[in-house]
């Protein structure tokens, strides 16, 4: 009949029930700690402007810069070499919404309120690392030149172990540092660091192979090949290279590498001697623009002394590592914090469903009714969040250091916690987001798979943040720098540790607890690192196996202690503080080392057991 004929073409059926979306709120008004984190760190009449500012914000994430950042994900930066005619021309197309969120960032004054000269330098550097903390994982990678920028303006201002001090006495310095702290967007620029090459980025001074021939006084032609670098659509780039003398020598080694300031293209948007090679084909920070470079001439201004190129880059590198440590923690932050609300959300929606299918639903011999409220699941989004907010306060007691550096207000001991702790935040948060992070994405089951949702991007991306900015390893090593140098380092992490247990709330039972366990813990670290010291001497032992074991310690036990004290203050804290305290610092090894790893010997033991039926 007409009428069977009709139901052949009727849509197919798929069910009544599709589900709710989770929605992304106010990432700000939202979270858990960071307004009463701010409530403790800042003076009362900024904290009230600070607020302002990041709830406004927090709205124009959920409003505006969250699709933004979806979109850079989805159209990604591609690279023409040539024209229709076969002109070289290295054309770089990156999406509009990646312009458009360079453009936020100037006007939100993601990086100047960093450096706002009417404002307190310790409550800038905190006003910019929480606004950073919120933005970063809606920021489509932006967040990347962002910390290049920042790290840019820090390197050619003041630095803090070697400062280059060039505002005001350089011209291309001065207007660089102007246009990247600048709340323009017509006018803003932004940074690049090429530092990495072919034969090594951990290792720059066994890998750098880029000469500088000097043209006139501090102004040079660079030749060289950079193998990784990111943000290509940025306006200068510091970099490194060994300047070559009138006899065609270059000094080998650290000691020859020195740093350089050059523009990427000219007025005209002509690339400066440089050719865009190709495109990296990255896992993920897909949405960033990451090239090969050759350096073919490219005129560039020696900045800091000859010689001392690693010593002026690492101003750079100490700012991006806390920029980096600021994107581990925010896709951490965004996981719990979606799952939570979907939950929260989805009840008013879902619950007649999930009622009724509670009753009939069989698991493990048993209908689901009983477990309606699905303890073991809360219990896993509580451990997520219970190590989130660990990191969370280290962060921002980085940015704090931070800020009294600038501000000229560091006693010895912060001025030793900032060096220490920058490398152990940077290696410590990085090396959690991406098992944390991962764990985010099964909370959602398979739709956590799904491309769609939005969710494997986080994935991938913050799979980069143990890798760049220096691997986990050699941060360790860096720990270990810090170590050897000529101040007591142990002591003074000692007195910054006892400083914030001093404040510890005497009647809760579980704040003590937790209180002994870090002095335990430290006391442990302290006795371990001692007797390492004195018998390497006799040559028995060697620290460098166990330097990620040592930064682990030092990253938990900070975060222990900062935990303690924020949940001992009456005036902020609340119940779950104090749980959350007594958990990270009573329920889990504080600290993961044995006086065995320390030993020569195991050196042998791990490379037999690596090299085990090796064929190569
Ligand atoms: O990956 C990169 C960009 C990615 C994109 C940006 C993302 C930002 C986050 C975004 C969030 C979304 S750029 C490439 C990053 N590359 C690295 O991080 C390199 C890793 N390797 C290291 O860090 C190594 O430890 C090196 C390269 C620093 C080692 O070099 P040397 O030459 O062997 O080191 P030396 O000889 O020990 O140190 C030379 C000088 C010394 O000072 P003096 O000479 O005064 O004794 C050191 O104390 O540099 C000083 N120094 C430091 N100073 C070395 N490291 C530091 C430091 N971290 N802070 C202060
Ligand atoms: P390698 O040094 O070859 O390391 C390999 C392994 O050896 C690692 O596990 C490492 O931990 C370990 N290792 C190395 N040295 C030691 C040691 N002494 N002791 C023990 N273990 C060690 N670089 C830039 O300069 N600019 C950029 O803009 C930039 N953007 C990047 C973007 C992306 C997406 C990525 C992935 C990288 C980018 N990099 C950039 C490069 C990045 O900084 C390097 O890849 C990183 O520092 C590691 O260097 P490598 O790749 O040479 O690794």
Known sequence: TIAARHTQYSHAKTGGFSQEAPTLHNPYRDDPILDRVLRRLLPESQYV???????????????????????????????????????????????????????????????????????????????????????SPSAGLVSCPMAMTDGAVKTLTVGILYSLNLYGKHKLATE?????????????????????????????????????????NDTYRLNGYKWFSSAIDADVALTLARIVDSDGNAVEGSRGLSLFLLRIRDDNGNLNGIQMVRLKNKLGTKQLPTAELLLDGAIAERIGEPGRGVAGISNMLNITRIHNAVASLGYMRRFPALFSFLFKCSF???????????????????????????????????????????????????ARLLGLSEAGKSSDVDAMMLRLITPVLKLYAGKQAVPLVSEGIECFGGQGYMEDTGLPTILRDAQVTPIWEGTTNVLS????????????????????????????????????????????????LQKLLVKASDSAVQGETRIDTVARHISFAIARIYSGALLIDHASDSTVA??????????????QPLIDLRWEWFANERVKSDRAIVFDNYLG
């Open 176 to 216: 660089a540092v102007d246009r990247l702290r600048s709340r323009d967007p017509t006018s803003a620029w932004t940074s690049g660091q090429w530092m990495t090459e072919k034969k090594g980025g951990s290792d720059v001074a066994g890998g750098c192979d880029t000469y500088a021939v000097q043209i006139e």
């Open 477 to 524: 090593l860096d720990v270990l720098r810090v170590f050897s140098g000529k101040e007591n380092i142990l002591l003074a992490f000692g007195k910054r540790v006892s400083q914030l247990l001093s404040n510890t709330k005497s009647e809760e039972p579980r704040l003590q607890k937790s209180k002994e366990s870090i002095e335990s813990a430290l006391k442990e």
């Open 574 to 587: 609340n119940q779950s503080d104090i749980e959350v305290a007594y958990r990270y610092c009573c329920e």
């Open 49 to 135: 402007k600070v607020s302002a500012d990041l709830t406004k914000f927090g709205d124009r994430i959920t409003s505006e810069i969250e699709h933004l950042g979806r979109q850079a994900e989805l159209e990604q930066p591609r690279l023409e070499h040539q024209d229709a005619w076969g002109k070289r021309i290295d054309k770089l197309v990156v999406c509009n919404e990646w312009q458009k969120l360079k453009q936020i960032c100037a006007e939100e004054g993601v990086i100047s309120i960093g450096y706002e000269n009417d404002v307190d330098p310790f409550v800038r550097r905190i006003h910019q690392v929480a606004k950073l903390f919120l933005f």
């Open 348 to 398: 008013s929606r879902i619950i007649s469903l999930a009622r009724d299918y509670s009753t009939k639903r069989v698991v493990f011999g048993q209908t689901q009714v009983k477990y309606s409220k699905w303890p073991l699941h809360t219990t896993t989004l509580a451990k997520m969040e219970v190590e989130t907010r660990g990191s969370m306060l280290l962060l921002f007691e980085s």
